[in-house]
């Protein structure tokens, strides 16, 4: 079967850096996507990585190996606002997102 | 540019009752369109996508149907709800994003939540 794997909850302090993993075992792979998520609000896009290595986004950035199914985000001086759930979604060899079940990340003061 | 509107934004309804949430896009032309489900804990489940005007792909047989009567609507609807049906219900559709290396990225409607009692 197809599996997206995050961690179900992380905390860190403000002003500090957290990573976000995901790990991935899809049927083929066309694409991994990053979303931020407020509770109670839609997902929005953060970030895709198509090909190995990092991209950087301002205090964001997304790295990726497909060799072993693997991708983290990485925030920067984290802001209460970056309190938030963190979704990792792949695209499968038919062009089909599958989604893990997110990241809720707390930002203690 | 462009906007996507979805609504009611919460609704509480009895077991048994119909469904229909409504989805629009505004300032694009043919997009593709989903509608997602989100239960807590899990990730978001593709239910329907449509790429044109009466063109529905179900991916998940339940009670639950789409429509689209218009290019740049999309209608998510249920005769009988079950209690299974209660969660985050959205909208979304997809744009060729400059930048993300031509991926085709979504951008999601507010949601509805809908509680079943």
């Known amino acids: 079967g197809q599996n997206i794997d995050q961690p179900t909850e992380m905390t860190a302090t403000e002003g500090a850096i957290v990573q976000i993993n995901c790990t991935y075992q899809t049927s083929g792979f066309n694409g991994l996507f990053w979303y931020q998520q407020h509770a109670g609000e839609a997902p929005t896009f953060l970030s895709y990585n198509v090909l190995d290595g990092l991209e950087e986004k301002g205090r964001f950035s997304s790295f990726l190996s497909r060799s072993k199914g693997y991708s983290y985000l990485l925030l920067k001086e984290l802001q209460m606002k970056d309190s938030a759930s963190y979704l990792c979604a792949v695209k499968d060899s038919n062009y089909q997102l599958i989604w893990g079940a997110g990241t809720k990340l707390i930002i203690k003061p | 540019s462009q906007t996507i509107h979805q609504w009611p934004a919460t609704l509480v309804q009895p077991v048994g009752s119909p469904l229909s949430l409504e989805c629009t896009v505004e300032?694009?032309?043919?997009?593709?369109l989903y509608w997602y489900r989100q239960a807590a804990g899990r990730g978001l489940q593709l239910l329907f996508y449509?790429?044109?005007?009466?063109?529905i792909s179900s991916e998940v047989p339940q009670n639950l149907s789409a429509s689209r009567p218009q290019d740049r609507q999309f209608i998510l609807s249920s005769k009988k709800l079950l209690l299974s049906d209660s969660g985050f219900y959205l909208c979304?559709?997809?744009?060729?994003?400059?930048?993300?290396?031509?991926?085709?990225?979504?951008?999601f409607g507010a949601g509805s939540r809908l509680t079943v009692l």
């Open positions: 979304a559709w997809s744009v060729l994003w400059e930048g993300a290396s031509g991926a085709n990225v979504l951008t």
């Open positions: 449509s790429v044109g005007i009466g063109q």
């Open positions: 300032g694009t032309s043919n997009p593709n």
